[in-house]
């Protein structure tokens, strides 16, 4: 699961979706005509190819029986491919073959034979198109990219499909299967340009609209899936189309529609190789062992070497999460097809996911042994070149690993969190994870995005989790004030909980809304950001019903909207039902149900009886703020005095009294400005950002001189932002001449936190909690402190030292007392230092 701001998916899908779609596609690609009635470069418009490319593939048959020439021929053997009858497809292209060996019925019986399995016949029939093909046109060449393709030989199937491109630039068909090369590397901006060029020239071209639709499945999947049912209507009987919205309605849960689906693909073709597989994976995804087995018996049959069966299963477990039967699967897809380039990948990917990390590297340099043009597979080794670099702390089953320019900062903050998190969920949930629990911290943003879905970008995510591994980014991945690591880090904790007392079957609402839960649970200015903008869309009536959260998650702009509001579903089921049924409902999610059976069977009412209730108790808790936040009439150009006039006829708008405040400042009336700005607080004290009332008091209150309504002020701003750095450090200034060295430090820890590598406030925190006697907490400050590379370090490593005494560490303490006076062999405070240590030595104790 993915912390708050989560965007996209792991890349799984693109390239199972390719997979799929890969031999479906060169049906098409050589047959198309523009339904504009232009004739596309390299093809003429026939009755038999319009039939072709509308679905009707037995009208094909009847239009071509009598026709003898390579062209029909094809056409008709693609049309019997279609329709999954094969062995005819076969016999029609043998025929071609035996006097053009080179041609398209070359290409398209090769690449049957290697989907069928018959991997020696199809790669010599590909390698003669390749080595005595024609290249004297673009129809030819793209005919060869297609054929290194199919034998894997992706920079000669590159450099084939750019020279077609440079001498057909805006031939749909040679710019999709271009596009298609560069989407199954995961070049993406290659790929959509190709496809665009495609789109430009011929907008009614399937495969370049199909192609777009994969492309942009993750950054909007509600267009694509229009896109998509856009090219059904056109084509109800386009296999590739009904499989891709199988698998988007899979990844939403939805098996029933995912099974139609898939039906609809199979009474086209009934031995698709690809629709079959989906159906077994869903037949393993419900733990339906005997029907898996027998799905894969029967797809065996058409192709015993066909590894995807179960590749294709494991990797749709992996996406609900269920890594390590997906290494399981995956690994029976390699003893099946050792060469499965894409099982090597994908085994990989799923070992990074379940924390084996050293086998995830074999199996990766074995998928780029065999393809050193796929990106992810790239990246991920990169990753674990950098990951080999980092140390690893270990506190019982809890292992983490930290980059080593981070590791003397952030050691005694990650893991001293990370172990209070566990233990106090295990206690809350009355769970113990199994371990051992990986926690990998990354001080570069696009290093936690490759380890987590393969790719860099991934911008909106902070942090993820798998069950046992835990990814997020460190502080110095962002600007300090960006986010709170500790509640990230916090948040996944959670995550490790909710998924293994589920055995990893929860959905992502579910998940996402105890984590947040927990968040808010765990500190009162965590997990709250979202308060303002819910109220809004509670009024505006666009907050999904609890049946349709985890499909909205399609939605990426929805995404904090969905993670606050699931987290209000959990808080209502928890205070209606109590926190035993919400572990029932994790270990009924365990057993296979999925949420309505899972509802009934830990609350005893359905999801419309809760929603019932959610309701009533969102209109309750939210009803003041809903009207703070309505917006009544206002003149436009309002002067101060009608300001004041709607204020007062609207007291409860926060709205109006904010506008109020911003022109009394205008005008000059700070005193007055402040008094509506500490109003529209009390109306709205979940207020943050640039809507928080108190942050602009402090603003106020310094431009006035009053240094202790500023300090008020900023107090209360710290207490709703979550990670407002500039705030606490502001706070800090303004507290310390004050001498009141509690405020001080209390300011300071704030700073300490959000920032760990700010070596003054460290200090300060480290400083109070010496005085404190609170040795542990000392330790852990100055340590960080010292590690942050402050430009006192003699002085440092003497405060370090005075904690190590304080706890009776005589030998650390000696050693950072020495290193002190190393730097500054007169330092007085130092030499004192080592005196203490001495007379505090046992007597006969040997000096370290």
Request: glycine share 6%; aromatic share 6%; proline share 5%.
């Amino acid at each position: 699961m993915i912390a708050a701001g989560e965007q996209g998916r792991p890349p799984d899908r693109v390239v199972t979706a390719q997979r799929l779609l890969a031999v479906c596609v060169a049906l098409v690609i050589a047959v198309t005509t523009s339904s504009s009635g232009q004739t596309p470069a390299l093809n003429t418009p026939t009755d038999a190819t319009r039939a072709f490319n509308s679905g009707q593939f037995d009208a094909v048959e009847g239009l071509l029986r009598s026709a003898t020439d390579e062209r029909s021929l094809v056409l008709r053997a693609r049309a019997h491919i279609a329709r999954g009858r094969y062995a005819e497809a076969e016999k029609l292209l043998q025929g071609v073959v035996a006097s053009a060996p080179a041609g398209d019925a070359a290409l398209e019986l090769g690449q049957l034979q290697l989907y069928l399995g018959r991997r020696q016949e199809g790669t010599r029939l590909l390698q003669t198109v390749l080595t005595r093909g024609a290249q004297g046109s673009p129809l030819d060449l793209m005919r060869l990219g297609l054929a290194a393709r199919a034998l894997g030989r992706f920079q000669d199937a590159n450099g084939f499909l750019r020279t077609a491109s440079s001498l057909a630039p805006s031939d749909p068909a040679i710019n999709t299967a271009w596009g298609e090369l560069f989407l199954e590397k995961y070049n993406r901006a290659d790929a959509v340009r190709s496809f665009q060029v495609a789109l430009k020239s011929d907008a009614t071209y399937v495969p370049a609209q199909l192609a777009m639709a994969r492309v942009t499945i993750d950054q909007d999947p509600p267009a694509a899936k229009s896109a998509i049912e856009a090219i059904l209507k056109a084509n109800p009987n386009h296999v590739p189309a009904h499989l891709l919205i199988a698998e988007l309605a899979l990844d939403n849960r939805q098996r029933d529609d995912a099974r139609a689906s898939i039906a609809a693909a199979l009474e086209v073709n009934p031995n698709s190789l690809e629709a079959r597989s989906l159906s077994a994976a869903i037949a393993f995804l419900e733990g339906r062992t005997n029907d898996f087995a027998a799905a894969v018996a029967g797809i065996l049959a058409v192709n015993p070497a066909y590894a995807d069966a179960y590749r294709i299963a494991g990797d749709h477990v992996a996406r609900n999460y269920r890594f390590e039967e997906a290494v399981e699967l995956t690994r029976r897809a390699l003893q099946l097809d050792p060469a499965n380039i894409q099982a090597s990948a994908d085994l990989g990917s799923h070992l990074l996911r379940v924390g084996d990390e050293p086998g995830a590297r074999r199996a990766l340099e074995t998928a780029f042994k065999a393809d050193p043009y796929d990106v992810v597979t790239f990246n991920q080794l990169a990753m674990l070149d950098t990951v080999d670099k980092f140390q690893t702390f270990r506190d019982g089953d809890l292992v983490v690993r930290l980059h080593p320019d981070e590791a003397g900062v952030m050691r005694d903050q990650v893991v001293p969190l990370a172990r209070r998190a566990l233990d106090t969920l295990s206690e809350k949930y009355q769970f113990k994870p199994t371990g051992p629990i990986l926690v990998e911290m990354f001080p570069k943003h696009d290093d936690f995005a490759v380890r987590t879905i393969g790719l860099p970008g991934f911008v909106g995510a902070l942090g993820a989790c798998f069950g046992k591994v835990v990814t997020l980014d460190s502080p110095r991945a962002r600007p300090p004030g960006t986010f709170s690591w500790t509640a990230t880090l916090w948040h996944e904790m959670a995550h490790v909980i909710s998924l293994q007392m589920s055995n990893n079957r929860v959905p992502r609402w579910v998940s996402e809304g105890i984590s947040q839960f927990e968040e808010r649970r765990a500190r009162p200015e965590w997990g709250r950001e979202t308060e303002i903008p819910f109220a809004r869309a509670l009024e505006d009536g666009k907050v999904p019903k609890i049946r349709d959260i985890n499909e909205s998650f399609n939605d990426p702009e929805l995404w904090s909207l969905l993670y606050h509001e699931s987290s209000l579903v959990i808080e209502h089921l928890v205070a209606t039902y109590g926190e035993p049924a919400l572990w029932r409902l994790l270990r009924e999610y365990g057993k296979g149900l999925e949420t309505e059976e899972a509802f009934k069977a830990a609350f005893n009412a359905t999801i419309d009886e809760i929603q019932v209730s959610f309701d009533e108790r969102l209109n309750r808790d939210y009803a003041s703020l809903r009207t703070a936040l309505k917006t009544p009439e206002i003149p436009e150009g309002a002067t101060v005095d009608q300001l004041k006039a709607v204020a007062t006829s609207n007291p409860d708008s926060f709205v109006v009294l904010m506008r109020l405040a911003q022109a009394l400042n205008e005008a000059g009336d700070v005193t007055e400005a402040i008094a509506a700005l500490e109003r529209a607080g009390r109306l709205v004290p979940a207020a943050n950002g640039e809507a928080n009332p108190n942050a602009a008091i402090a603003q106020l209150a310094l431009k006035q001189g009053d240094t202790a309504r500023a300090i008020r002020a900023l107090e209360a701003v710290i207490k709703v932002e979550s990670a407002d750095v500039e705030a606490a450090r502001k706070l800090a200034t303004l507290v310390a001449p004050l001498g009141d060295e509690a405020r001080t430090a209390a300011a300071y820890a704030v700073v300490a936190e959000l920032d760990p590598f700010d070596g003054q406030a460290q200090a300060v925190v480290g400083r109070r909690a010496l005085a404190q006697r609170d040795a542990p907490r000392a330790q852990r400050a100055l340590s960080a402190a010292l590690a942050s590379g402050p430009a006192d370090k003699a002085t440092a490593h003497a405060d370090l030292a005075e904690a190590h005494l304080l706890a009776g560490q005589l030998g650390d303490a000696r050693r950072e007392t020495l290193a002190a006076l190393e730097i500054a062999p007169s330092f007085e405070r130092a030499q004192d230092l080592l005196l203490k240590i001495i007379e505090a030595q046992p007597a006969g104790a040997i000096a370290p």
